[in-house]
């Protein structure tokens, strides 16, 4: 047939954004499915740490996959920016590997496949971007959160600072050699790269047939257009705030080469008249020895999420949004841009989630009804990286588990989310299957479930922490953790308390019991019993003001006893379980 | 004669196989409070139609197939029975932590209550491990305890979910027996009998949803059977189920959750019968176009594909149904989404919907925002007086006032541009929604037919065609009643599983007549029951496995038992191609772990034909001309027919309209159709340029 319909003329923006809008959603999660159903490792294929984009050649993020938004935000475009810089001559075929955390990525165990979209002329157009977090990485020690590092080299992470991986379509094999050579499970990693690969080639597929329909002068009209939608609601959202300035800080707890923590300051600004907000985080100390260091794309990004947390969830999260968020950060800062060879093994959530809950808690200072409460912090042993040999098959394994979070942090709106994990997860991330677990790695879980009375009060309450217990079976394994959040609780914003303490500890096959620090490395043997705690999150508002219905409900639920309503809320329920109203008035005027 | 009714939200259809082979369509309203009293509706406006009385008709059926949005509607609006679900200790928020997840992390909704309130599960001391090896014994007392306090909250039905049952059940088993001990009527739903699949939360999802729908079900399923049979039915009632197949009442009864994809699981069903026999294809893509919703489902090699993965309501903020259902993807854009333009000039479609009531500004029925329906009336695709054969009279006014008002001034456009926006976002998200489909089942989109269901299927099904780049789209005449259509051809089929995870390269020979043993035996049995002597039976076998450490199963089909059992070699060829198919990649080195192995018991009637519905012969030729406006041509003069005086096999160059009194099909120009002896339309959308 003929081409009537290939080029349909339309004058107003409204139409074509619309149309354009709903096939790039289909390209990135066209790769996010593939990357989803193809990749190996449960970090990936369970938990869904992974992300997936489109790049302007600007480089500005126009289309994201649900996607775990610490790996997006900001940081695809930083690294767009080096892959133009460092390879002048790309063409078609090309395809880079990324993951140095100097370089504009995220964390050394998040790999980033990057291939440029060229038209039939091969003008670099527009780039595809998939990044996923590795099983492993090469790092010293079997974890790919190497908290105690010094350095890059104690980390021992391979850095690939935007290698080419691919040429006329085909791998360099030396680099998946060198790769095989240095990560361990290395047939699990060649999985998960290769999805990857095949995620970011089918966005280049996609977004070639897409231009192939209106043409790459339309998409590039489109590109435009989208980003400046995004940006007159994001003005328009942050119009409706008040104009404010406010300084908060949050203290990461003792660690590895933080002996007395770190206590981070950040101060927000918010100009309503000029529709947009500044994060400054420039006053905040030098790198430090240990692998807490940000990036500069974590340190952006959590600040951007915890501005995002405060505004409407229509305005669309991309490049043009984006341009209303000032995020100032320093040069060899701990928490802006890091200065080689600092580590920053765990960037993507140690300070991000205490830098992200401050902006939260500064947003929250400018007047009733906005920001939010810290969330929850992670990578206590419900989290921790095992490896061993399985005692049936006698294979090495090592993965990162994920089988309890909690963490959602309280705003004016809402109770936290239950399953929030932390600030740079927002939920996204999935929870282990119990059994799927234990099908694949010597585990039993005895035990994961919601702590009664752990929850922060508030107006609206912070989500409580949940218990996770398990054992080794019928072997030892190692597991490695970095637990933030034992010490400094999450915080609670507008007089919401606090969210509860992260713990962790072991009970020996003997009956002893251990407590373990925030950082360990744990070998735990036959009928060892881990217990640990995950933290809630923060309560927002005062807790006597939480309408009482909601308490009673809570007690109902088995969330809080009735000594907790009456304590915490001054709610006082009756025989029945109902509100004694005139004993929860009169209670309240006291507490109040 | 033979029947199939489907209970949908809106209407009752009933499609009537008659002796003749012929087939004949009736409907009437649903009647939610009491769905029998609507199929009795809709057979005693078939009756009349037919000129029989309402107990002649029932007395010649031989089956009477049913689908019901019954069990679904109950569970959404809560109105199921109090259950106590049983857990092993240490994990009694299997329900509310689910396996975590959400859409957007700034969403602003709240975190969704459990299927059963914590309140009422129960933890019971017990413990089996990897392997199914018993780790720690039950506790008799304090399971005994736990069911007392139970039953004092006053459960009306219990649901038992033990780690690792579906590898060791003795534990589920005995907390059975003191269940029953206790309370000797309960419904129970034990999990491991319910689903072999491994990943308790979905077990124990699927496990609730089955208890707290018993009671409720078998007092709906008994009292339609009375009600049939009081009226002379003697036949067979067969209800339709998940996994595209039909089951006895008392098989039902017994696992109600059988039936709560019922509605959506036979589209695909008759979609790829109505491919096989009109175009002799098996990759297909079947839609269904509703007043609220868009379902699609991909169906590669022929093999209709199952999931673990549908949600009962809105993704992430409703519970999974975890157990086994025709992978049937809904997106909200269907007749009744409303259209507007956002305050920053953005168009959207949805998700709003206008429904069936009020329903588009065109009803006249109240609806105050314009709906697709309204864009398409505006364009010229439908003809107000011919609506579902004349019997609703479409406004055009109202129609045009509200796509201008609310779309066309303020996207700062003529208003039939406006409104050719409107189709062509619904188009976009339609065709967002095959896409998805075909990445998740490996369809190669050119080598893929769609077949296209619903009343509202041909508007824009040849613009979805062309813009996803398939060629062939068909649109039967069974394309308003889809579903009704499928629960007439389906056999009666279970499937049947054990779930026992084992490596390919440690496989020998017995341990796969072992595992295949005990389910083949099952599967005879069932055939034993439920066969007829004039009916066709037979057994295929599956496997659901993934190459070591992936996690999400893949199901392969391992051909019917008379082949003889697979030996692992051929599984693992299999599985390989089956991975190669849906992913693009295989990894012939790699360790394949097998954790589900299946049976599927089908029996079915001998020669089962594409239902067919002709219109009723018009008395004179309407051949007219209509105006239609396409975005890229502005308002053309094309020829609109009625479906019935298009002769089989006749060549037609759109722009056309080709309307029946139940759809109406838009051939835009450039596209060729074909009416084919069945009844149905093919779109040649051609092979050019998308």
């Given amino acids: ?592 | 004669m033979r029947a199939s009714v489907d209970t949908g939200g809106t209407f009752t259809d009933l499609v009537l196989e008659h002796d003749d082979g012929r087939f004949s369509l009736h409907k009437a309203p649903t009647t939610p409070d009491d769905p029998p009293t609507g199929i009795i509706d809709a057979i005693d406006i078939a009756a009349f139609e037919l000129g029989l009385s309402r107990t002649s008709l029932l007395s010649q059926l031989t089956t009477l197939s049913h689908a019901t949005t019954h069990p679904l509607n109950a569970l959404l609006i809560g109105r199921t029975s109090r259950t106590g679900l049983f857990v092993t200790e240490g994990h009694r928020d299997i329900l509310l932590l689910r396996e975590g997840g959400r859409e957007h992390f700034n969403s602003r909704e709240a975190f969704p209550r459990p299927l059963v309130p914590r309140e009422l599960t129960f933890e019971v001391a017990e413990r089996v491990v990897r392997g199914g090896r018993v780790e720690m014994p039950l506790d008799v007392d304090r399971a005994r305890d736990a069911v007392r306090r139970a039953l004092e909250l006053g459960i009306e039905a219990a649901a038992v979910v033990f780690l690792w049952s579906t590898v060791n059940a003795d534990h589920e088993l005995q907390m059975s027996e003191i269940i029953r001990a206790a309370a000797p009527d309960l419904p129970q739903t034990l999990s491991h009998q319910l689903s072999a699949s491994l990943r308790e939360y979905r077990r124990a999802s699927a496990s609730c949803i089955d208890a707290s729908l018993k009671p409720m079900m078998r007092r709906y399923l008994t009292r339609l059977e009375a009600v049939l049979v009081e009226n002379s039915f003697a036949g067979r009632l067969l209800i339709v189920t998940s996994n595209g197949g039909l089951l006895d009442l008392s098989e039902v009864i017994d696992a109600p959750i059988h039936t709560i994809r019922s509605g959506p699981a036979m589209a695909p069903v008759a979609g790829l019968k109505v491919a096989m026999s009109e175009i002799g294809g098996d990759s297909v893509v079947v839609t269904d176009t509703g007043g609220t919703s868009y379902d699609v489902t991909g169906v590669n090699s022929g093999l209709i594909p199952l999931s673990r993965e549908t949600w009962l309501g809105k993704p992430f903020h409703s519970p999974l149904i975890g157990f086994p259902a025709v992978d049937v993807q809904s997106s909200g854009a269907g007749g009744g989404s409303i259209a507007w333009v956002d305050s920053g000039g953005l168009l959207r479609l949805g998700p709003m919907s206008a429904g069936a009531d009020p329903g588009p500004m065109c009803y006249e029925r109240g609806g105050e925002f314009p709906t697709l329906t309204d864009a398409c009336l505006t364009l010229g695709y439908l003809e107000p007086d011919r609506f579902l054969g004349g019997r609703l009279r479409l406004d055009v006014q109202l129609a045009r006032d509200g796509v201008n008002d609310h779309v066309a001034i303020p996207l700062g456009v003529e208003l039939e541009v406006g409104a050719a926006a409107v189709v062509d976002l619904a188009t976009a998200h339609m065709a967002r929604a095959i896409e998805d489909c075909c990445i998740r089942n490996g369809l190669a989109l050119e080598n893929t037919i769609l077949v296209a269901g619903g009343g509202a299927a041909g508007l824009n099904a040849a613009s979805v065609a062309q813009r996803v780049g398939i060629r062939w789209t068909v649109i039967p005449s069974i394309a308003p009643v889809l579903s009704a259509a499928g629960a007439l051809i389906s056999p009666v089929m279970k499937d049947i599983a054990t779930s026992q995870p084992h490596r390919i390269s440690t496989l020998s020979t017995e341990d796969i007549a072992t595992i295949f043993g005990s389910l083949l035996d099952r599967a005879r049995q069932f055939l034993g029951e439920v066969t007829s002597p004039d009916m066709l039976s037979g057994i295929d076998l599956f496997a659901e496995g993934h190459y070591l450490r992936e996690v999400w199963d893949i199901d392969v089909a391992l051909g019917p038992c008379e082949l003889g059992l697979p030996t692992a070699d051929r599984i693992s060829e299999l599985f390989h191609a089956r991975h190669e198919q849906l992913y693009s990649t295989k990894h012939t080195g790699s360790e394949i772990e097998i954790v589900t192995w299946r049976a599927r018991a089908w029996c079915q009637r001998e020669h089962i034909e594409l239902p067919v519905i002709f219109a009723k012969p018009k008395d004179s030729t309407s051949r007219r001309t209509t105006r239609v406006f396409f975005a890229e041509a502005g308002w053309l003069d094309c020829t609109a027919y009625d479906h019935d005086e298009i002769a089989p096999h006749e060549n037609i160059v759109g722009p056309v309209i080709v309307s029946s009194d139940a759809t109406t099909i838009v051939v835009p120009p450039g596209c060729k159709i074909q009416k084919t002896a069945q009844g149905g339309v093919i779109i040649d959308g051609g092979t050019g340029e998308r």
């Fill in chain 1, 1 to 592: 047939m003929t081409a009537t319909f290939s080029k349909p003329v339309r004058n107003q923006a409204g139409i074509q954004m619309a149309i354009l809008t709903q096939r790039f959603e289909g390209i990135v999660r066209g790769m996010a499915n593939t990357l989803l159903r193809a990749s190996r490792s449960g970090i990936m294929n369970t938990a869904h740490d992974f992300s997936c984009c489109v790049l302007t050649t600007e480089p500005a993020l126009l289309a994201m996959a649900q996607s775990l938004p610490i790996h997006v935000m900001s940081g695809p475009d930083v690294s767009a920016r080096f892959m133009s810089q460092y390879h002048t001559q790309m063409r078609p075929g090309d395809a880079f590997l990324h993951n140095s955390p100097y370089e504009g990525n995220s964390h050394a165990a998040d790999y980033a496949v990057l291939v440029p979209v060229f038209d039939d002329d091969e003008v670099h157009r527009y780039t595809v971007y998939a990044k996923g977090h590795m099983a492993d990485c090469g790092n010293g020690l079997p974890t790919t959160y190497a908290a105690a590092a010094r350095d890059v080299y104690e980390e021992g992470a391979l850095i690939f600072p935007m290698v080419q991986i691919q040429r006329d379509f085909a791998d360099c094999e030396d680099i998946i050699r060198m790769c095989e050579a240095r990560i361990r499970a290395p047939e699990q990693w060649r999985g998960d790269y290769d999805a990857l690969i095949g995620a970011a080639r089918i966005g280049e597929r996609m977004m070639k047939a897409l231009a192939g329909d209106v043409g790459w002068e339309v998409l590039d009209q489109y590109a435009g257009d989208w980003l400046a939608y995004s940006e007159r609601a994001m003005t328009d959202a942050i119009r409706r705030l008040p104009s404010g300035f406010a300084v908060t800080k949050a203290t990461h707890d003792p660690f590895p080469g933080i002996p007395d923590g770190l206590e981070v300051s950040v101060s927000v600004d918010v100009d309503a008249e000029d529709g947009r907000i500044t994060v400054d985080l420039r006053a905040n100390p030098d790198c430090i020895p240990c692998g807490l260091n940000l990036t500069e794309a974590t340190a952006t990004t959590a600040a951007m999420i915890g501005v995002f947390n405060a505004l409407p969830t229509e305005v669309p999260h991309n490049g043009g949004s984006c341009r209303r968020i000032t995020v100032k950060l320093r040069d060899g800062c701990a928490v802006g841009k890091p200065r080689h060879p600092y580590s920053c093994s765990v960037a993507t959530t140690g300070l991000a989630n205490r830098l992200g809950g401050a902006v939260q808690r500064a947003l929250a200072d400018m007047g009733p009804g906005i920001g939010m409460a810290d969330t929850g912090l992670i990578m206590n042993p419900a989290y921790a990286v095992i490896s061993g040999e399985h005692p049936v098959n006698h294979e090495p394994f090592v993965n990162q588990l994920m089988l309890a979070h909690s963490g959602g942090a309280a705003s004016f709106e809402n109770d936290g989310w239950l399953t929030a994990s932390d600030h740079g997860a927002g939920g996204v991330v999935r929870l282990d299957s119990v059994e799927i677990d234990e099908l694949q790695y010597p585990l039993v879980v005895w035990r994961r479930e919601v702590e009664v009375d752990s929850e922060a009060p508030g107006f609206r309450r912070g989500a409580p922490g949940t218990i996770v217990e398990y054992s080794p079976l019928e072997c030892e394994i190692n597991l490695m953790y970095a637990s933030d959040g034992s010490i400094n609780p999450p915080k609670g914003a507008a007089g919401g308390h606090d969210g509860c303490l992260a713990h962790q500890s072991v009970i020996r096959s003997n009956g002893d019991v251990e407590d373990l620090p925030a950082y360990g490395v744990v070998t735990l043997r036959e009928h060892d019993r881990i217990v640990c705690r995950t933290t809630g999150g923060g309560g927002y508002g005062n807790p006597y003001e939480r309408e009482p219905e909601r308490v009673s409900a809570d007690v109902g639920e088995g969330w809080i006893s009735r000594e907790r309503a009456a304590s915490a809320y001054g709610v006082v329920l009756n025989e029945a379980g109902d509100v004694d109203v005139a004993a929860t008035a009169a209670g309240r005027a006291v507490l109040r």
